[in-house]
């Protein structure tokens, strides 16, 4: 198992641009999270998926998106990018809601 | 507000001496409390939650409610414990608040 996996590794967008991130979970786990990290910030928590629909959702715009497939993949879409969307996106799948995260290598979106 | 303080962003111990990372957090109820820990070039793992109470790599975190901490502790650092440490909140819905980290370097 290759624990939790994430495309791509690196991106870099242009202001006002879309981008869409993946996440394939932990063989075994139903439930994702995605986490957004500045520089020198911790993780902040964006949303979190389980059966398809978002179940809980962090201090994040509209603007950011999510998908959860019947294979309990994950994508996370950013519409009109802004600088500040700058950061590294971390993927984490559980066991349900309250099952031990376990954090994919994550995704680092420069946008200029 | 829901919020997780870790203070110090570096602190530098000698091996072999002991290692207490700050951690305070604000909730109105039962936390869920965890540290994570990430390696260099390594992705962020769990270390300790603290209803399982249980001691990993020699770390211990006792939840202080009455101060509103959980400080990670070990009495004697090693090398291979340079790390980022995180302290984690879990609320009651689920939603995972994080603090900001602090880097542990222990010197030889």
């Known amino acids: 198992d290759a624990g939790v996996t994430q495309s791509p590794t690196h991106l870099i967008k242009t202001r006002g641009q879309q981008v869409t991130l993946r996440c394939s979970p932990k063989?075994?786990?139903?439930?994702v999270s995605w986490y957004q990290q500045a520089l020198g910030q911790g993780p902040q928590f964006i949303f979190q998926y389980y059966e398809e629909e978002e179940r809980q959702r962090g201090n994040f715009p509209d603007r950011f998106s999510g998908h959860q497939f019947p294979n309990y993949s994950s994508e996370l879409n950013v519409n009109a990018l802004l600088l500040g969307d700058s950061a590294l996106y971390l993927c984490?799948?559980?066991?349900?809601?309250?099952?031990?995260?376990?954090f994919g290598p994550g995704t680092r979106l420069l946008v200029l | 507000a829901q919020r997780v303080t870790q203070p110090e962003k570096l602190l530098s111990v000698f091996k072999g001496a002991p290692v207490e990372l700050k951690c305070n957090y604000s909730y109105s109820g039962s936390p869920e409390l965890f540290w994570y820990v990430q390696y260099s070039r390594q992705r962020l793992q769990l270390l300790l939650r603290?209803?399982s109470r249980e001691s990993i790599k020699g770390f211990t975190a006792d939840l202080n409610k009455g101060e509103t901490s959980f400080h990670l502790k070990k009495p004697f650092a090693q090398e291979e414990d340079s790390a980022m440490y995180y302290c984690?909140?879990?609320?009651?819905?689920?939603?995972?608040?994080f603090g900001t980290g602090t880097r542990l370097k222990v010197l030889a």
């Open positions: 984490a799948s559980s066991q349900g809601s309250r099952g031990t995260q376990y």
């Open positions: 063989s075994g786990h139903d439930t």
């Open positions: 603290h209803i």
């Open positions: 984690a909140l879990v609320s009651g819905t689920y939603k995972y608040i």
